[in-house]
């Protein structure tokens, strides 16, 4: 059973325009959030996070935002630039229980289109 | 500073063959993490070390598989009797775990496994 979703495989988006990419979980006891970006023969790179006490966490042109009730949360990314070209991975973890494993998504592809 | 390194980064054997994968966490980070992603899927969580305490193996697909860490730092995943559907990318992540306010998880470049 795939606890964490990412239903888009791929999204593109012209340079300059925000980027959203989403993701749902289903297990109400993750409380960590995480995005990695990934490029080919590279390992993941972290990004940015949330702690399930927040709505809502900002860094330069990346936010974050969740939604508890929904089970859904989503990165924005503004202005979107052709170095964002990867994929995303969505993560989920349960640290206040002490299970800090991460439970990924799927990823998706981003395609910055110049 | 350094970050998370792994050996070899490609590595091809035969089936049935025994393999070693290595992985040097990020210094002060005493959790560490394997995880293996096959073609065209996600992250697949296997093992997690934090400090002394026991390991998480919740994640290890079979008995063939096995992990030891030395202390806090370096760690080695094994795979016994490879079979063809052991291949994949091998990836080591660390952090400060649970008991410091940073959670995040940095990862290593991973090693491409391919089992002929």
């Known amino acids: 059973d795939q606890q964490v979703k990412q239903n888009s495989p791929s999204l593109s988006v012209q340079e300059g325009r925000i980027s959203i990419l989403n993701c749902d979980y289903t297990n109400s006891m993750f409380d960590y959030f995480l995005w990695y970006k990934k490029y080919p023969a590279e390992g993941p790179t972290f990004l940015i996070s949330i702690s399930s006490i927040k709505d809502k966490n900002e860094d330069g042109r990346f936010t974050v935002f969740l939604n508890k009730s929904a089970k859904h949360l989503s990165l924005h990314i503004v202005p979107s630039q052709p170095g964002d070209s990867a994929v995303y991975f969505c993560a989920a973890s349960e640290v206040m229980f002490g299970n800090e494993k991460l439970t990924f998504g799927t990823g998706t592809r981003l395609t910055i289109i110049p | 500073g350094a970050g998370v390194s792994q050996s070899p980064s490609n590595k091809v054997t035969e089936k049935g063959k025994d393999v070693e994968l290595r992985c040097d966490p990020i210094?002060?980070?005493?959790?560490l993490y394997w995880y293996r992603q096959r073609l065209g899927q996600g992250l697949e969580f296997l093992i997690y070390?934090?400090?002394?305490?026991?390991?998480?193996k919740s994640g290890l697909p079979s008995d063939r598989f096995s992990a030891e860490r030395t202390g806090e730092s370096v760690s080695t995943l094994t795979i016994q009797r490879t079979q063809q559907e052991d291949s994949a990318v091998y990836l080591c992540?660390?952090?400060?775990?649970?008991?410091?306010?940073?959670?995040?998880?940095?990862f290593g470049p991973g090693t491409r496994l391919t089992v002929t």
């Open positions: 992540a660390s952090s400060f775990g649970t008991r410091q306010p940073s959670y995040e998880q940095y």
């Open positions: 070390f934090q400090g002394n305490s026991a390991p998480d």
């Open positions: 210094s002060g980070h005493t959790a």
